[in-house]
C-alpha cells in the first residue's frame, strides 16, 4: 500500500511542475520515502517561455525539497536540444 505522504509528495510535485510550464509526460515520477525521482524526458510545455529549461529543473528541485512531504529530489533527466 502507498504511503500517504509519499501520494502527497507526488500530486505537489505534478502540481509545481505544470504550473512552471515544464511537460512531464515522456517522463516517470515517483515518491519513495520521500525522495522524488524524475526520470525520462522533461520539455517545456507550448506556450511557456523558459529560456534554460536544466537551471529550471534545478530550481524546481530546490523549492519541492523546502516541502514537507518531499526530503529529497532525483534528477535523471534529459532535456530536447541538449
Known sequence: MADERDVR??????TELSKRGIDT???DLRVLHGV?????MVSVT???VIPDIR???????R???QKQEIRD???DCQYPGI
Open 73 to 75: 529530489v532525483v534528477l
Open 9 to 14: 509528495g507526488l500530486r505537489i510535485s505534478r
Open 46 to 48: 507550448k506556450g511557456a
Open 36 to 40: 522524488l525521482y524524475i526520470k525520462g
Open 63 to 65: 523549492v519541492l525539497r
Open 55 to 61: 537551471l529550471e529543473m534545478e530550481h524546481i528541485a
Open 25 to 27: 509526460t515522456r517522463c
